[in-house]
């Protein structure tokens, strides 16, 4: 009731000030309605509103082959007759944009009239955390089982790659079988890409990062580049900035690219032109909304390239795990993934823009630290042979060790093998002043290689060491404190990776 003196009417307050809208229909039309009612609807004013058929307010959709328009009649006449109905709905603006919304109808009988009380309220927000939430939960479980399934598979390749190496050593002067080996070679290398993306996909944490200049990575990446890319796509690398230190695992950084580059050389199949752009940009505060990326200098590196495009269900799918426009056996989806993946790992953001026939253009954006570098990307190739070195190996998958082991005695290093962390300790314990290095894999029972280092760092020793890591997953991530000389080596690898690695860290 409105107050005699001040003309205050509470009821009425309530009625203009709520944020949901209020509409009041009688018979088949509006009545009135609130000032939030004009907002969410984005009217000109009331007027506008009245003037408008309760069914306008949704779009014109068939669902479940009924007109939705028909489906709001239905609606309305069925809070009438029950007194009250509540329901989740889509309503359209004035703008012909539609949104999402929570409306309750409560039927009011006064004086013989009937009308029906209608409070809409707008759920985008809520449907767009939900769907947030849903989509990190699917990548998650995608994750952990694609990560699982890579760290069988990974013990099984370097198996098999390791063996086909000797053995193709071993079969040097008999070319006949030779090219069987050679094939089984290229087989399983191609395993060990895919196996490689799964786990760079499933892989939660980041591992060992560095800080590098993310322009010398893309110098030194120009090479394999021009190999992914092919003859007909010509290839402009254009580094418009100097310094450009960002901190993040270079290894995952140069998949990014190379994962970009191989899906701009499948758009192009007939030629054209893939253009790497790097340059500094400084963000400021008002950009923020639109990406959440906190003020600051970032790396920009855009790909562009010439290729078929892409349409906007596609856009919409494109970082999606598993998802693919390519034929069974061509792609696996995993690529923008990945990236994805590992630019958010890095405290960064990647967006694309495309049409169809218009090319694509990837941006990334990935902050600058202000820190000196504590990697040089240089990916050096000089042959590796052992000078009489003791090694430890500490392995406790059969295959793997018996290979790394063959491999090593081949390179001239002394191998004392252990089966897990325990043997590796005792072992240790007796022969320390021999062992120049070790070498051993992250998860094992018992005492894992991680939890074997810090147990020697305990009694005062600091070997240098290599982890030869599978699927790392949870297991890294708690090894945080590892001393900062313990390196990585991912699995698969092969020998000869493995070498080079080896003769690297005993030269340092
Ligand atoms: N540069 C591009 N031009 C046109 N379409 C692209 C481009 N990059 C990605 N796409 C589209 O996005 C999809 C997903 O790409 P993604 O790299 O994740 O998987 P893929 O290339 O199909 O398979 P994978 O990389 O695992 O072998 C592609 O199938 C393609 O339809
Ligand atoms: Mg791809």
Redesign the pocket.
């Known amino acids: 009731m409105p107050d005699d003196e001040t003309g205050y009417d509470p009821y009425r307050e309530l009625f203009e000030r709520s944020a949901d809208a209020i509409l009041i229909i009688e018979g088949d039309r509006f009545i009135d309605c609130n000032e939030a009612a004009v907002r969410m609807f984005r009217a000109k004013n009331r007027e506008h509103v009245l003037q408008t058929h309760p069914s306008e307010l949704s779009p014109v959709t068939q669902e479940c082959g009924r007109d939705s328009r028909e489906m709001a009649n239905e609606m309305i006449a069925k809070a009438f007759a029950d007194g009250v109905h509540r329901f989740e709905w889509m309503h359209r603006r004035a703008d012909s944009v539609d949104f999402p919304a929570e409306v309750s109808l409560t039927s009011v009988r006064s004086g013989g009239h009937m009308t029906l009380h209608s409070i809409v309220r707008d759920i985008s927000d809520r449907r767009r955390l939900e769907e947030e939430l849903r989509h990190t939960q699917k990548m998650e479980a995608i994750g952990k089982l694609a990560g699982g399934i890579a760290h069988d598979f990974n013990n099984l390749l370097v198996a098999i790659l390791g063996h086909a190496e000797l053995l193709s050593c071993d079969l040097r002067d008999q070319p006949a079988l030779l090219t069987h080996v050679r094939e089984i070679h290229n087989a399983g290398n191609r395993a060990a890409d895919l196996v490689r993306?799964l786990m760079l996909f499933g892989r939660k944490g980041a591992r060992k990062k560095s800080i590098f200049d993310l322009g010398e990575l893309l110098r030194e990446s120009k090479k394999l580049l021009e190999r992914v890319i092919g003859e007909d796509v010509r290839l402009e690398i254009e580094i418009e900035s100097t310094q450009l230190h960002i901190e993040a695992d270079s290894t995952q950084l140069q998949q990014v690219v190379m994962?970009?580059a191989?899906?701009?050389r499948?758009?192009m199949p007939r030629g054209g032109e893939l253009e790497l752009r790097l340059r500094s940009v400084v963000r400021r505060g008002g950009d923020l909304d639109v990406d959440a990326l906190s003020p600051g200098g970032y790396a920009e590196l855009c790909?562009s390239?010439t290729?078929?495009?892409?349409d906007a269900e596609?856009?919409r799918?494109?970082?999606?795990?598993f998802?693919?426009?390519?034929a069974v056996g061509?792609?696996?989806?995993?690529?923008?993934?990945?990236?994805h993946g590992v630019v958010e790992r890095a405290g960064g953001r990647v967006s694309?823009r495309?049409a169809p026939g218009q090319?694509?253009t990837?941006e990334i954006l990935l902050p600058l630290v202000d820190a000196p570098l504590t990697e040089k990307v240089i990916r050096d190739s000089s042959p590796s042979a052992g000078a009489g070195e003791t090694l430890l190996v500490v392995e406790d998958e059969k295959a793997v060790s018996r290979l790394v082991v063959e491999a090593l005695e081949g390179a001239g290093y002394r191998v004392m093998v252990a089966h897990d962390g325990n043997e590796a300790l005792s072992i240790f314990d007796e022969h320390h002043a021999e062992i120049d290095l070790v070498l051993s894999d992250v998860i094992m029972p018992e005492l894992g290689g991680p939890a074997f280092l810090r147990e020697l760092a305990k009694r005062g020793e600091h070997p240098r060491a290599l982890l030869m890591s599978g699927y790392t997953g949870d297991a890294l991530e708690r090894s945080e404190d590892l001393p900062p000389e313990v390196e990585l080596l991912e699995k698969p690898f092969s020998p000869r990776e493995l070498l080079q690695r080896l003769r690297t860290l005993l030269d340092r």
């Open positions: 993306q994962n970009l191989s899906n701009a499948d758009a790909v390239d290729g078929e495009g892409m596609t856009m799918h494109a970082f999606d795990p998802f693919t426009t390519k061509k792609g696996t989806g995993l690529g923008l993934a990945t990236v694309v495309s090319g694509t990837f």
